[in-house]
């Protein structure tokens, strides 16, 4: 049973550039959450997917969109990056109704995106 | 959700009781406390939650005390392994409108010492 798998595991982009980060979600899963986790610091919710549509959103900027495919995996997408957009960006999946639900998220190992 | 308060950092000997505490004296009726760790270079794994009764499962313990006030995460055989940054946070009603948004604070450092 593959866990929450996350692409890329690191990369570098410049000021200005944009960004698409990935995550297929734990196997059964529904729900996708994204986090930003900046060095020294506590993860930061940035938005939730379930459906297809963005459920929930945390204080971020509109440079921060995303999108949920009907296979359930996600994509976080950042434009004109800023210096510190650099951060590890982790996708956490969870399943919206279950009986049974703990409220526990799946993490992935995260990508780590470094912004020059 | 209710804000809470963690020592920044702690230290345990191999094979004791690590003992976390937590205050979340704003908790409210319906919030949950959850506890999540995060080992170095890893995503945050869940380790154990409650509303009010102690729970137990096979990683740790959550001891909550009767009002509510604080709880601490006992881990009953501290490991090498356990060395990480371990996360208290109040959810309000599991499976709800929360779904998924975990509020982070910044975390006790745990360090397991041989």
């Known amino acids: 049973d593959a866990g929450v798998t996350q692409s890329p595991t690191h990369l570098i982009k410049t000021r200005g550039q944009q960004v698409t980060l990935r995550c297929s979600p734990k196997?059964?899963?529904?729900?996708v959450s994204w986090y930003q986790q900046a060095l020294g610091q506590g993860p930061q919710f940035i938005f939730q997917y379930y459906e297809e549509e963005e459920r929930q959103r945390g204080n971020f900027p509109d440079r921060f969109s995303g999108h949920q495919f009907p296979n359930y995996s996600s994509e976080l997408n950042v434009n004109a990056l800023l210096l510190g957009d650099s951060a590890l960006y982790l996708c956490a999946s969870s399943l919206a109704w279950d009986r049974r639900y703990t409220g526990e998220l799946f993490f992935g190992e995260g990508s780590r995106l470094t912004v020059l | 959700d209710a804000k809470t308060t963690q020592p920044p950092s702690m230290d345990c000997a191999e094979g004791r009781a690590a003992n976390l505490p937590c205050n979340h004296s704003?908790?409210?009726?319906?919030?949950?406390v959850y506890w999540y760790r995060q080992i170095h270079s890893q995503g945050p794994q869940y380790i154990i939650h409650?509303?009010?009764n102690n729970e137990t499962n096979e990683m740790a313990s959550l001891i909550i005390t009767e009002d509510r006030k604080s709880s601490t995460l006992i881990l009953p055989h501290a490991t090498l392994r356990d060395t990480a940054v371990y996360y208290c946070?109040?959810?309000?009603?599991?499976?709800?409108?929360?779904?998924?948004?975990?509020?982070f604070g910044q975390g006790t450092i745990l360090t397991v010492h041989p």
């Open positions: 196997s059964g899963h529904d729900t």
């Open positions: 409650g509303l009010k």
């Open positions: 704003t908790i409210s009726g319906n919030e949950y």
């Open positions: 946070i109040v959810l309000l009603n599991a499976g709800g409108t929360s779904y998924g948004k975990l509020t």
